[in-house]
């Protein structure tokens, strides 16, 4: 029998195991992407929270944490080239009585290359397996819960707000351009049409996706050397040695719960 | 393109009658001073005595950077009694530039308009805009700039059509007819001079209060 | 003891009665796959008699001065240290100056959880919930004799040291205390000593009433606080059952908070 033995059933794991998850780092990460037919170059930080978990004994013995949640701020900016609604105004004559008759010349409105940077935060929910991973490192005894596989982020609804915002920064892009007044709509409604739901998908999945693939958090950390009671006044510090930590998930009639073991000297 | 009479930008034109014979020399600047720099390159038209007919005759030169230096096509002209000569950037790569050219008799300015001469403006976005003398006389006037709804096709049609039509704002000594305009974005204003003591037609919201250096006195 | 009878689950099952004749409850052996480890609760924190005997001997051998007691070096010469004891007054006694020097030293305890394995000494019963307790206790005098004054037969005063070591069997409780969520210690309460072959029996009367005494004040200095449960610390604990001793464990039930 080890020395120390603890447990939680799954209403405790909902309680750690958030609480975990919630004392994540932000993540952030930077690059550049495909946005339909324009390159966007990004950058973005995330936050890991809340969820519902679940304790699953072998097999497959993992703690699948369902509807977390990644809050996600993005900036990214890219560059459309507006040459596409250059236009030419026909000439225009007339007479004036003390000049004579003056006609301008054919002149055509040419459209510039702008820069259309967006600022949007959003979140997505997904469910991801997590297994046990009991290591000691660093004169630490750890249990870390690393994710298994890739998740799959459900960015559908995210894709839909996202192209919404990117929609009124080209507006509000295209307003700053001389000239794009009668056309301003047709001119947005173009290149959002060009971008359309995949080019998001397609700009967004790949940012978040590394939010949580290779996703870690901390249950546990001891330090090998435990200190039992700390030094005070005439007393000196109580220690002992975390000789071996092991951490399963375990099936009981009832219910399912995280076991951890630990020895000392 | 900011609405400036002083740097012609490419949907500006100006144009100039040209009422006697004679030689000129002008030149082209990016610098709305009033008078050459020392290496300004110099441009010339040549003007017959005799007119072309009774509204006389137009005639284009296109304004346009080579070398790094603006330069006009043609660069000699030769035209006649009461015709016209119409300035215009090539592209809208060309910089804002200034008109200036001197006669025996005579003497014009894109940044001075004086008389018989043209200054048009094509308005790309809609706002008002109140425009004034940047050369501190009383004109000024004010147009309202409306842009409209081109999904609509009836609104674009109408919007199609207007771009065919011209606005004319009349100046005669410090007085602008009509001194209120209303014209659809894309459309074209003119300004025609008939004589003033040389006005500019400037957008009042780029008047920057300049503090003018102490002047220096003359020798002797 | 009545004979082992089988039970309807093909366990052991056997009786306990205390000298006095009662007739304790039956204590089936559990298994652990029948019952999960939190049971009604949700948070489970259990130490095994062997890891808390490791605490016992970390918690003495840093702070020894709970262990050794001496009102001089004279009659406590081991360990040398002088952080190794608490010294104590010597007792006042007319005629001897200085008081009667002594010295009282226990070894580091070892306990063991109900159940009883390693047998408690009549006329102990290990009941349930309980665990037992076993140390030695080495009691030190100096004693010697005043000589008559101005005898030249006789010399001056000497004093010789002497010792008795005595092994002590105990048994006790353990209590809890809590001060908030997640936030409490646990203390090893002693109810009963006894001590093995000592004779006659008032005088053992007297040395157990007397080193129980001693040895409640040498285990209430030892306090375990939640946090200082290796693993099971980590998860803030609210107590809501317990501490409960069987299986060889004292056990803790509650939530994390």
């Known amino acids: 029998m080890p020395d120390i033995i603890a447990a939680l059933d799954e209403t405790a794991a909902n309680v750690v195991v958030p609480r975990a998850v ?81 006609c301008t010349p054919r002149i055509c409105i040419t459209f510039p290359t702008i820069t259309v940077p967006v600022s949007h935060s959003s979140f997505v929910v997904f469910t991801a397996d997590f297994r046990l991973n009991v290591h000691l490192t660093g004169g630490n005894w750890l249990v870390d819960a690393v994710v298994v596989g890739v998740p799959s982020l459900q960015i559908s609804a995210a894709a839909a707000a996202l192209l919404v915002a990117i929609g009124a920064a080209i507006s509000a892009a295209l307003l700053l351009v001389p000239g794009i007044g009668p056309i301003l709509a047709l001119a947005a409604a173009a290149i959002i049409a060009a971008i359309g739901i995949a080019g998001v998908t397609g700009l967004l999945g790949p940012i978040l996706t590394p939010f949580v693939s290779g996703l870690t958090f901390n249950l546990i950390t001891q330090p090998q050397v435990f200190e039992v009671l700390p030094a005070a006044p005439g007393e000196a510090a109580v220690n002992v040695t975390l000789d071996s930590l092991a951490a399963t998930l375990v099936a009981s009639p009832g219910e399912d719960e995280l076991r951890v073991d630990a020895d000392i000297s | 393109m900011d609405l400036d009479s002083r740097s012609l930008a490419y949907v500006d034109c100006f144009a100039q009658r040209f009422p006697s014979p004679g030689s000129i020399s002008y030149h082209l600047s990016s610098t709305p001073l009033p008078c050459p720099l020392p290496d300004a390159d110099v441009f010339t038209i040549e003007v017959r005595e005799g007119d072309s007919g009774p509204e006389g005759q137009q005639h284009d030169v296109r304004v346009s950077v080579d070398g790094g230096r603006l330069v006009a096509d043609p660069p000699q002209l030769t035209i006649r009694q009461e015709d016209v000569v119409l300035w215009n950037a090539q592209d809208a790569s060309t910089p804002g530039f200034a008109v200036q050219g001197d006669g025996e008799e005579f003497s014009f300015s894109s940044a001075a308009l004086r008389s018989q001469c043209v200054y048009s403006h094509v308005f790309l976005t809609a706002g008002d805009v109140r425009w004034v003398d940047a050369n501190g006389g009383p004109t000024s006037g004010t147009i309202r700039v409306r842009s409209i709804d081109s999904s609509n096709p009836e609104e674009c049609r109408r919007w199609t059509e207007s771009l065919e039509r011209a606005s004319v704002i009349t100046v005669e000594g410090e007085t602008a007819t009509p001194d209120r305009l209303e014209v659809l974005a894309g459309q074209t204003v003119f300004w025609a001079i008939a004589n003033t003591t040389g006005i500019t037609v400037t957008d009042e919201r780029i008047m920057v209060p300049i503090q003018r250096p102490p002047v220096a006195e003359p020798e002797g | 003891m009545a004979a082992p009878e089988l039970g309807p689950s093909g366990g052991v099952r056997r009786l306990r009665e205390r000298i006095e004749g009662e007739v304790r409850e039956p204590i089936w052996p559990r298994e652990d796959s029948t019952v999960s480890l939190t049971e009604a609760e949700h948070l489970f924190a259990g130490v095994h008699e062997t890891g808390a005997n490791d605490l016992f001997r970390a918690f003495f051998t840093a702070r020894p001065h709970h262990l050794n007691y001496r009102t001089s070096p004279a009659v406590g010469p081991v360990p040398a240290s002088a952080a190794a004891w608490t010294t104590i007054p010597a007792i006042s006694f007319p005629g001897i100056p200085g008081g009667i020097q002594l010295a009282i030293q226990f070894s580091i305890p070892t306990v063991d959880f109900h159940p009883d394995t390693l047998g408690v000494p009549p006329p102990l019963v290990f009941p349930l919930g309980e665990f037992s307790i076993r140390t030695t206790v080495r009691l030190a005098v100096l004693c010697g004799s005043r000589r008559g004054d101005g005898d030249p037969d006789q010399p001056g005063s000497a004093f010789v040291l002497q010792s008795a070591v005595l092994e002590i069997v105990g048994l006790g409780r353990v209590r809890v205390q809590t001060f908030g969520p997640g936030v409490g210690e646990l203390s090893f309460e002693l109810e009963a000593v006894e001590i093995v072959d000592i004779a006659p029996a008032d005088l053992e009367s007297l040395l157990e009433c007397l080193i129980l005494q001693l040895l409640q004040a040498v285990l209430s200095t030892v306090r375990l606080p939640f946090s200082g449960i290796p693993v099971a610390g980590v998860f803030t604990l609210q107590l809501l059952r317990g501490p409960e001793v069987e299986d060889d464990q004292v056990k803790l039930y509650g939530d994390a908070v």
């Open chain 1, 22 to 102: 919630n004392t994540l780092p932000p993540l952030s990460g930077s690059g550049s992407g495909s946005l339909g037919p324009f390159t966007a170059s990004w950058s973005a930080s995330a936050t890991l929270s809340n969820g519902s978990v679940d304790l699953i004994p072998p097999p497959p013995d993992v703690i699948r944490i369902t509807n977390c949640r990644l809050d996600y701020s993005l900036s990214f900016s890219f560059s459309i080239d507006l040459s596409f609604l250059n236009f030419c105004l026909p000439r225009i004559c007339i007479t004036i009585p003390f000049i004579g008759r003056v």
